[in-house]
C-alpha cells in the first residue's frame, strides 16, 4: 500500500493526534467494572473540523465534551452484529465479505471509527487557527467481555488476599474494548495515564511510574504514569493486582511483578532476563528504548506473550522452579520475543497493516539470532528447518500466505489470497493460524534478505530504523517527524538498499508480494564415462499454495575427494543441470575422506556404488529458499548423510528419508547416531522415532532384542541389575531428553500380531516402578508423563467380541496393569501435584487411548469433570481435546452442544480459543461427509456465534468462522432444507453458473477511490453480499436436475436486458462474475432487504441522491443480466419472465426501501442526514473522504 | 500371712472380673472366692459380737473390703520392712513393726486374742492352691555362678539379657534394594490412593463395577495455577538434601540471589505493609540506595495532608 509512496506516512485523519491522558478513577473487582475518562488532544489538520472519529468498543459513554463543550456523539459499532438477524443466508462467503466490511467502517487506518464526534459549531467555524483541541471523554465499562480481562478467584478474604487481578488484552490494535483512542497502529501520541487502585493493590502500566499517592480516605492509592515516548494506542495496556514486587538485580530500572506466592518462581525465572537484554541491545547496538521495563505475569493470559510499549504481560504458566527442565526454555525463548517486540513492534510501530511483516520478520529474525547465541548453532538451524517445514506445510495445504498484500484497486478481482475463506485485509479478520504462519515466514524472509545482504548490513538496518526513530521519539510532536517511528515496507526496502546498495527486489517479489512456497523434486544419475552427476531438478507450480522459483540454487556434492558446492541455475526451461565430479571412482587406497567443514573422516565405503564417487547430495543445504525439497538418492547415501554430514539439517533431512529403507544398514546407522552423546539431542530424538518405524517394517527379520532396549539399558540402566533403571539424575540435559523420549519411540514397536511386545511394556512398566528421584537435583514430572505417554503409545485396539460392554472382567491382562499405573498416577496427582499437572495431562490422554481403543467403556463424563472452569488450564485443555475426540468418534450432539456452551460461556478466552480450534483440527464432520450432527440447528447456533456471539473477542470470531468452513465449507451448508426457490444470478454470461464459489472473499471498498456519485459507494456497499453468494456446488447439482429440460441459458436471458447489461457493463468493467444463489424468496428478499437496512442505519454514506441516480443505483444492487431458475418445484414455462418479475419486484422493493428510510431520518433530528453521511458504517474509504464533501460543509 | 494377704488382694481383683464377665470359675478363682468367703464370715461374726442383728449387704462388702485393704496393706508394710532389713521372709517382729507403724497398739492385741465372746471360725474350705501357669522357657535358665549365693533369684530368661545378632547377610545388594524401595513406596503410594478414594468421592471408568480402579474426584480448586506451578514439599524436601549436596558449586550463585531476596522483602514491606517513611533496614542500607526503583519508593500521601 505504502511502497510505491516515498514520502512520508499520510494520515487517514484529518486531525494529528498528539497527547493522550486515560485516567481510570475505579476499579471495582466486586461487579467487574471500571470507570474512567480519557483527554485527548488534537491538532485539526484540515480546516473546519467538524466531525471526530474514535474507536472504542463496548465502553459505556456518558459524556463528550470538545474543550470543555459538551459535543454530541454517535456511537455505531458494525461488527456487533456482521449480517443482521433477519437474513436467512448461512454461506460464508456472504460472511466474510460483510465482515470485512464491517470492519472495514470502523478501521482506524482508513480513518473511520465506531464512535463519532460533532465537533460543536463554535469551535469549528474558527478552525482557521489550527487551534489544539482537546476531547474529554467519560466512559465506563460493566463486565467487559474483551480487552480487560477480571480474575477473581472465588475464595475468602479481600481481592488482594484472593489474588483478584485486571489485565488488558487482545488480538491486534484491541486498545478499543477499553477505552476510547485512535487504535491504530500508525497515531503515534505521548500518553499520561493514571489509575486509582486498592491500597493492597499495584497498578502496572506502559511509561514511567512518576509518583503514588494515596486518595484522600487513604484507602486507595493513584498511579501517574507518564509516556513521554510517542506510542500508538494499541501498545498501550494495563495490569492490577496485589501483585508481588522483584526489582532486577541486574538492572534496576527493569521491575517484575508476579501474583501473591509466586516470588520464588519469578525470581528464578528472572535471573537471566539481563542476558537478553545485554544480547539485543548488543547486535543493535542501541540502548533499549524506554526508560524502564516491566514484566508482569498473570492468571488466564490471552496468549502466553503480549508486548506493550515499556511493559509486556505473559501467562503466569511460564513461571518455573529450578527443578523444572523442559519449561526453562520455552519460558526462555518466550521472554526473548517479548523483549524483541520491544524494540520492533513497540517502539518502531507500523503504518499500515499490511507492513505488518516487516515487524514480525525483525523481532522474529533478531529472536532467531537470540536463539542461536543461546541455544547454539544446532538448535537454530533445526529451528529454522522446523518453522521452515511449518510454512511450507501450512502453504502446502491451505493455500498461499502472502506477507505484503496489496489492495490497489479494491475490486473484487484484485483479492490477493482467493483460496482462503477470511479476509487478509484487517489483522481482525485473520484465522489465528494464518497470523501464526505469517509471523513464520516474515522472520523466515527476514533470513533470507539476511543471506543476501549479509547480517551485518541487516543489522545495520536495524540500527538504522531504530537510531531514526529514537531521534525521533525525543522531538516534540512536529507534523510528520514522529513518523520517523512508523516502519513501512517501502521505507525498510530503502534503508536496506541505501546501506547494502544490493538491489533485493527479485526476493522481496517473490517471498513478500506473491504467496506460496517453491516444491522442488530432485533426482539424479552418474554418467560413469564424462564423470559427471546429471541432477534433474523439477518443480511443482500448480498446486495451491506453490510458486514457480527462478534463480540460483545451491546444491552441495559430497564426493570422495570433499564436499563441493554448486550453485546452479533454476530457468525456466531447464531441468537437468550437469555437474562436474571432482573424485575418480576409482577407490583410494584407504585415505581419510574430508568433509565440508574441513574434518577429516574414516568412512567404510562398501555400501558405495563402486562406479560412483558419489556420497551424498543436498539440495538448497543452506535453507535460501522457501522449499521443500523431495530427493531422491539411495538409502547408502542417505545413511553416509546421516553418519557423517555434520549440520543437523541435513541428519534430520536422512532421518526421515531413511523410513522408507527398512534395512539393517538402516538401523546400523540410526543406532550409530542414537549412540552418539556428540550428536545434537533432537537428531537422537528423531533417530528414535525412525528407528522403531523401521523395527515394524523388518518385524520379520529383526533379530535380538527390541529396537532401542539393550541401547537404553546400556546408557541408563544399573550396571549389575541391567533390568533396573538408575537414580534419576538429570544433570545432563541431552541424556535426559533422550531418555525421556526412548520409551516413548520403544512402545510404537509391534510383534506380528501387531500388539507392541510383551517385552516392551514389561520394560516400560519396570522403569515406571523402579522410578527414583530422590537424589535428583530436578523434577521428573515430565519424565514420568512421558512414562504415560509410553503406555498410551503401546495400546493398541482390543479384541472386540460381538461389540460387547467393556466390563472389569474381561480386560486384558496387559492393559489391566496399565490401568492400575494410571489409576494410581492420577490419583497421587490429587496428593503431590506435578509441575503444570503434566502427569495428569498424560493420564487423560491416556485414558482417552484406552477408552478410543475400546478397552474400557468410552464415557466423556470424566473428561468433562477435568475440563471445568478451575482445573489448571493445561488439564482442561487435554480434557477437551478427549471431550472433541469423544464428540467425533462417537457423533455425540449432546457433547458437541456442551462444547459450545463452553465457548460461549467459559470464563477463560484461552480455553473458548481452544476448543474451536481443536474442533477445527478434529472436526465432528467435514463438509465431505454427511452427520447425523449436521442439522440445521447446529448451522444456526455456529452462524449466531461468528455473527454476534463473538463480537468482543476478534480471535475467537475468526476461530468460529474457521470452523464453520471446516464442518460446512464456503456455501450454504448443505443439511439446511432444500430451498423451494432458489436463483443464480449472475453479472456475467453464460459459464458463471459452472463457476465455482470462490472469487468473492474479497470486502468491498478498500482504497478504491469513489468519486462523486453514490451510485459507485452503493455499489461497494452491495457487493460482499453478491461476492458472498457465489454458486454453490449444490446448486450445480440441482439445477441439472431440473424437470425443466430447457433451463435458461444465461446468455438468453441477458439478450432480454441488454441495454442494463451495457450500462452496467460501462459503469463497472471490473464487475464480473457474480453470482448469487438465493435459495429462496425468502431469501433473496432478506438479502437486499438487508442492504437496504444497512443504508438505513444512521452511519450509512447515503448521500441523498436524485431519485434517477437512485434509479441507477439499485441495478448494481440487484444482480440482474443473467437469472437461472433453479427451483425443482417451479411450473412456469417461461422462466425468465418469471424471473425477471422477480427482479423488477426487488428493484421496486429497494426503492421503496429506500425512500422509507429517507423518511424516517426526516423525523429523527435534522443533525441526522449530516451524521449519516459523514461517518461510521461506511464500506468505501469514500467515507473517509465524505468530510469534504460539499453535502456536510453546510 | 503375707502370702494370704497378697492372695487376698489377688482374689478381690479376680473377683470382681469374674463378677461382671460371667465366665466358669477356674481352679485360681474358686480359690481366691473362698479366701473372700471366709473374710466375709469373718466379719459377720465380728458384726454379731458386737451386738448386730442383721446387716446390709452392701454395708458387709464395704466392711469385707476395708478389712481386706487394712490386713492386704499390713501385709504389704511388712514385706518391705522384712526386705529392707535384707531378708526375704517377714517374720513376727516386721509384722509389728509395721502394725505400730500403720497407729496400732499392740499390746492390747493379746487381750482382745483371748477375749471369751471370740466366736470360732470355721477353717476356710481347703481349696486347691491355684496353678501358677508356667512361664514360657525361652532356652535353658543359666545357673548361678559360684559366687552368687543360690538364694538369690534366678536369671531370668535368657531372651530377655542375651543379645541375639538378628541380622542377615546386611541387604546391600544392589537390586534387592531397588526392588525394596520401589515396591515400598508403590504399597505406600497405593494404600494411601486407595484410602483416599475410599474415603472421599470418587469417579469411575467402569459402570459395572464402580469400585474398581477408583479414580479420586476432580475437584476444582480457586487457584489452580498454585498448586501446579508451586512445586510440592516433598519436592522442595529433595531439593534442599540434593542443594546441600551440592553446595559447593551453589555459592557462587547463593550470594547474589540472598542479597535480592533481602531487598524485594523490604519491597514487599513498602508496597504491601506500605509503612509511609519507607523504613530500610540498616544492614542493607547501602544497597537500597542503590536501587532507585519507582515501585519500592514510599506512596506519598494526599495533597492535603503534605500541606499541614
Known amino acids: ?1194 | 500371712m503375707a502370702d494370704s494377704v497378697v492372695m487376698g488382694s489377688g482374689s478381690l481383683n479376680s473377683g470382681s472380673r469374674s463378677g461382671s464377665s460371667k465366665t466358669s470359675t477356674s481352679p485360681t478363682e474358686n480359690y481366691q472366692l473362698a479366701r473372700r468367703r471366709t473374710l466375709q464370715v469373718v466379719v459377720s461374726s465380728l458384726l454379731t459380737e458386737c451386738g448386730f442383728e442383721s446387716a446390709e449387704k452392701a454395708a458387709v462388702e464395704t466392711l469385707t473390703e476395708m478389712m481386706q485393704s487394712y490386713i492386704t496393706e499390713v501385709g504389704r508394710c511388712a514385706k518391705a520392712t522384712c526386705e529392707h532389713t535384707a531378708r526375704s521372709t517377714p517374720t513376727l517382729s516386721d509384722v509389728v513393726i509395721t502394725l505400730v507403724e500403720m497407729g496400732f497398739n499392740v499390746d492390747t492385741l493379746p487381750v482382745y486374742a483371748k477375749r471369751s465372746q471370740r466366736m470360732v471360725i470355721t477353717a476356710p474350705p481347703i481349696t486347691n492352691a491355684p496353678v501358677i501357669p508356667k512361664a514360657l522357657m525361652a532356652g535353658q535358665k543359666r545357673t548361678h555362678p559360684t559366687y552368687i549365693p543360690s538364694h538369690f533369684p534366678e536369671f531370668p530368661d535368657p531372651h530377655t539379657y542375651i543379645k541375639t545378632p538378628t541380622f542377615r547377610e546386611p541387604v546391600s545388594d544392589y537390586q534387592v534394594v531397588r526392588e525394596k524401595a520401589a515396591s515400598q513406596r508403590r504399597d505406600v503410594e497405593r494404600a494411601l490412593t486407595r484410602f483416599m478414594a475410599k474415603t472421599g468421592e470418587t469417579q469411575s471408568l467402569f459402570k459395572d463395577d464402580i469400585s474398581a480402579f477408583p479414580l479420586i474426584a476432580a475437584k476444582p480448586s480457586s487457584i489452580p495455577y498454585l498448586s501446579a506451578l508451586l512445586p510440592s514439599e516433598l519436592e522442595l524436601q529433595t531439593l534442599e538434601e540434593t542443594d546441600s549436596s551440592e553446595q559447593d558449586d551453589q555459592t557462587d550463585t547463593e550470594n547474589n540471589p540472598s542479597s535480592i531476596s533481602q531487598d524485594d522483602h523490604s519491597a514487599d514491606k513498602e508496597n504491601v505493609v506500605l509503612p509511609p517513611g519507607g523504613v530500610v533496614p540498616a544492614g542493607k542500607a547501602n544497597e537500597e540506595n542503590m536501587i532507585d526503583n519507582p515501585y519500592l519508593r514510599p506512596v506519598k500521601k494526599p495533597k492535603v495532608r503534605r500541606k499541614k
Open chain 1, 1 to 1194: 500500500m505504502n511502497r510505491k509512496k516515498d514520502k512520508g506516512f499520510e494520515s487517514p485523519r484529518p486531525y494529528k493526534l498528539t497527547h493522550q491522558v486515560v485516567c481510570i478513577n475505579n476499579i471495582n473487582f466486586q461487579r467487574k467494572s471500571v470507570i474512567g475518562y480519557v483527554e485527548l488532544t488534537i491538532f485539526p489538520t484540515v480546516m473546519n473540523l467538524n466531525r471526530i472519529k474514535l474507536n472504542s468498543k463496548q465502553c459505556r459513554i456518558y459524556r463528550v465534551r470538545v474543550n470543555d463543550l459538551e459535543a454530541p456523539f454517535i456511537y455505531n459499532d458494525p461488527t456487533l452484529e456482521v449480517c443482521h438477524h433477519e437474513s436467512k443466508q448461512r454461506n460464508l462467503n456472504y460472511f466474510s465479505s460483510a465482515y470485512t466490511a464491517a470492519v472495514s467502517a470502523v478501521d482506524p487506518d482508513a480513518g473511520n471509527g465506531e464512535l463519532s464526534i460533532k465537533v460543536p459549531s463554535e469551535l469549528w467555524k474558527q478552525g482557521d487557527e489550527m487551534k489544539v483541541m482537546k476531547v474529554y471523554i467519560e466512559f465506563s465499562l460493566d463486565q467487559p467481555k474483551g480487552g480487560l480481562h477480571f480474575v477473581v478467584p472465588d475464595v475468602e478474604g479481600s481481592m488482594a488476599e484472593r489474588a483478584a487481578h485486571v489485565f488488558s488484552f487482545g488480538n491486534q490494535n484491541s486498545t478499543r474494548f477499553w477505552f476510547p483512542c485512535v487504535d491504530s497502529y500508525s497515531e503515534l501520541c505521548t500518553w499520561k495515564l493514571e489509575f486509582t487502585v486498592d491500597a493492597s493493590m499495584v497498578a502496572v502500566s506502559c511509561g514511567d511510574l512518576v509518583e503514588t499517592i494515596y486518595t484522600h480516605d487513604m484507602r486507595k492509592k493513584t498511579f501517574h504514569y507518564m509516556l513521554p515516548i510517542p506510542t500508538a494506542a494499541p501498545n498501550i495496556s494495563l495490569a492490577v493486582g496485589p501483585f508481588e514486587i522483584l526489582v532486577d538485580p541486574y538492572m534496576h530500572e527493569v521491575t517484575h511483578f508476579c501474583l501473591p506466592q509466586l516470588l520464588p518462581l519469578l525470581k528464578h525465572t528472572m535471573s537471566y532476563l539481563h542476558e537478553i537484554f545485554e544480547f539485543y541491545e548488543e547486535i543493535l547496538t542501541c540502548r533499549y528504548p524506554y526508560s524502564c521495563f516491566k514484566t508482569v505475569f498473570v492468571d488466564e493470559a490471552y496468549v502466553q506473550v503480549s508486548s506493550y510499549a515499556s511493559m509486556s504481560i505473559f501467562s503466569t504458566n511460564l513461571l518455573h522452579s529450578g527443578m523444572i527442565i523442559d519449561q526453562t526454555p520455552v519460558t526462555r525463548r518466550c521472554l526473548a520475543q517479548a523483549l524483541a517486540q520491544q524494540f520492533f513492534g513497540c517502539f518502531i510501530s507500523r503504518m499500515s497493516w499490511s507492513d505488518e511483516w516487516v515487524l514480525k520478520g525483525i523481532s522474529g529474525y533478531i529472536y532467531g539470532l537470540y536463539l542461536k547465541k543461546t541455544f547454539g548453532v544446532n538448535e537454530y538451524r533445526h529451528w529454522i528447518k522446523e518453522e521452515l517445514d511449518k510454512i511450507v506445510e501450512y502453504e502446502l495445504k491451505m493455500g498461499g500466505v502472502l506477507l505484503h498484500p496489496t489492495f490497489s484497486g479494491g475490486k473484487e478481482k484484485d483479492n490477493p489470497t482467493p483460496h482462503l475463506h477470511f479476509s487478509i485485509r484487517h489483522p481482525h479478520t485473520l484465522s489465528w493460524e494464518y497470523y501464526k504462519m505469517f509471523q513464520c515466514k516474515a522472520h523466515l524472509v527476514m533470513r533470507l534478505i539476511e543471506n543476501r545482504i549479509s547480517m551485518e548490513f541487516m543489522l545495520q538496518v536495524f540500527n538504522k530504523l531504530l537510531s531514526l526513530a529514537s531521534t525521533a521519539s525525543s522531538q516534540k510532536y512536529q507534523s510528520h517527524m514522529w513518523s520517523q517511528m512508523l516502519v513501512s515496507t517501502s521505507g525498510f526496502l530503502k534503508s536496506i538498499s541505501n546501506v547494502s546498495g544490493k538491489d533485493i527486489g527479485p526476493l522481496i517479489k517473490q517471498w513478500v508480494d506473491q504467496s506460496g512456497v517453491v516444491k522442488f523434486f530432485g533426482s539424479f544419475a552418474f554418467n560413469r564415462k564424462r564423470n559427471v552427476l546429471e541432477l534433474e531438478i523439477r518443480q511443482d507450480y500448480t498446486s495451491s499454495g506453490t510458486q514457480k522459483y527462478v534463480g540460483p540454487i545451491k546444491v552441495t556434492v559430497q564426493e570422495l575427494d570433499g564436499s563441493f558446492n554448486h550453485t546452479l541455475q533454476i530457468e525456466e526451461n531447464s531441468l537437468k543441470h550437469d555437474i562436474p565430479c571432482h573424485s575418480k571412482s576409482r577407490r583410494n587406497k584407504k585415505k581419510k575422506i574430508p568433509l565440508m567443514n574441513g574434518e577429516e573422516v574414516d568412512m567404510d565405503l562398501s555400501a558405495m556404488d563402486v562406479d560412483s564417487p558419489l556420497l551424498w547430495i543436498r539440495i538448497d543445504p543452506d535453507m535460501s529458499i522457501l522449499r521443500k525439497v523431495e530427493f531422491e538418492q539411495a538409502d547408502f547415501m542417505w545413511q553416509y548423510q546421516l553418519r557423517f554430514e555434520r549440520d543437523v539439517v541435513a541428519q534430520e533431512e536422512a532421518i526421515s528419508a531413511l523410513e522408507i529403507f527398512p534395512t539393517p544398514a538402516s538401523r546400523l546407522a540410526l543406532t550409530d547416531i542414537l549412540e552418539q552423546d556428540q550428536c545434537f539431542y533432537k537428531v537422537r530424538i528423531q533417530a528414535c522415532f525412525c528407528l522403531a518405524k523401521i523395527a515394524n517394517s523388518m518385524m520379520s527379520t529383526w533379530t535380538g532384542p527390541p529396537a532401542m532396549k539393550s541401547l537404553f539399558t546400556r546408557m541408563f540402566c544399573c550396571k549389575s541389575c541391567p533390568n533396573i533403571v538408575k537414580t534419576n539424575n538429570f544433570i545432563n540435559f541431552q541424556s535426559y531428553f533422550l531418555q525421556k523420549t526412548m520409551p516413548v519411540a520403544m512402545a510404537l514397536l509391534r510383534d506380528v500380531q501387531n500388539l507392541c511386545p510383551k517385552e516392551v511394556l514389561n520394560f516400560i512398566l519396570d522403569l515406571i516402578k523402579y522410578n527414583d528421584n530422590r537424589k535428583n537435583k530436578f523434577s521428573d514430572n515430565y519424565y514420568r508423563a512421558e512414562l504415560i505417554d509410553a503406555l498410551t503409545n503401546s495400546l493398541t485396539p482390543a479384541i472386540s467380541i460381538n461389540n460387547e460392554v467393556r466390563t472389569v472382567d474381561n480386560l486384558n491382562t496387559d492393559v489391566r496393569l496399565i490401568l492400575e499405573e494410571i489409576t494410581r498416577f492420577l490419583n497421587m496427582e490429587k496428593l503431590l501435584p506435578s509441575y503444570c499437572n503434566t502427569i495428569t495431562v498424560s493420564c487423560l490422554r491416556a485414558i482417552r487411548m484406552l477408552q478410543k481403543n475400546g478397552h474400557i467403556p468410552s464415557d466423556p463424563s470424566l473428561f468433562k469433570s477435568y475440563a471445568q472452569y478451575g482445573h489448571f488450564v493445561d488439564v482442561r485443555i487435554a480434557a477437551l481435546e478427549a471431550v472433541i475426540d469423544y464428540t467425533r468418534v462417537d457423533r455425540s450432539s449432546s457433547e458437541l452442544q456442551w462444547l459450545l456452551d463452553l465457548v460461549q460461556n467459559d470464563p477463560v478466552h484461552y480455553i473458548r480459543h481452544e476448543i474451536l480450534s481443536m474442533l477445527a483440527k478434529n472436526p465432528p464432520f467435514t463438509k465431505a461427509a454427511d452427520s447425523l450432527l449436521c442439522n440445521e440447528a447446529l448451522v444456526d447456533q455456529l452462524w449466531k456465534l461468528m455473527n454476534s456471539g463473538t463480537c468482543h473477542d476478534w480471535r475467537l470470531r475468526c476461530d468460529a468462522v474457521n470452523l464453520y468452513n471446516t464442518l460446512f465449507g464456503l456455501t450454504r451448508p448443505s443439511c439446511l432444507p432444500l430451498p423451494e426457490l432458489g436463483l443464480v444470478l449472475n453479472l456475467k454470461e453464460k459459464k458463471a453458473v459452472l463457476n465455482p464459489t470462490i472469487k468473492s472473499e474479497q470486502g468491498p471498498g478498500g482504497p478504491e477511490v469513489t468519486t462523486t456519485s453514490t451510485l459507485e459507494e452503493e455499489h461497494v456497499v452491495m457487493e460482499p453480499a453478491m461476492s458472498g453468494v457465489a454458486m454453490a456446488p449444490q446448486g450445480l447439482k440441482r439445477k441439472a436436475e431440473t424437470p425443466l429440460g430447457s433451463s435458461p441459458e444465461p446468455g438468453q436471458v441477458m439478450q432480454e436486458e441488454p441495454s442494463a447489461k451495457a450500462s452496467i457493463k460501462s459503469k463497472f468493467p471490473t464487475q464480473e462474475e457474480e453470482d448469487i444463489d438465493m435459495d429462496t424468496v425468502h431469501d433473496s428478499q432478506a438479502f437486499i432487504y438487508h442492504h437496504l437496512n444497512m443504508l438505513e442505519r444512521p452511519s450509512t454514506p447515503g448521500k441523498e441522491p436524485s431519485s434517477v441516480e437512485q434509479a441507477m443505483l439499485s441495478m448494481p444492487g440487484t444482480p440482474m443480466p443473467t437469472l437461472s431458475k433453479e427451483s425443482t418445484s417451479s411450473k412456469h414455462g417461461d422462466h425468465h419472465h418469471h424471473h425477471h418479475h422477480h427482479h423488477h419486484e426487488h428493484k421496486k422493493k429497494k426503492k421503496k426501501h429506500k425512500h422509507k428510510h429517507k423518511h424516517k431520518h426526516k423525523h429523527e433530528s435534522k443533525d441526522k442526514d449530516k451524521d449519516r453521511d459523514s461517518h461510521a458504517f461506511s464500506n468505501s474509504p469514500a467515507s473517509g473522504r465524505s468530510i469534504r464533501s460539499p453535502s456536510l460543509s453546510d
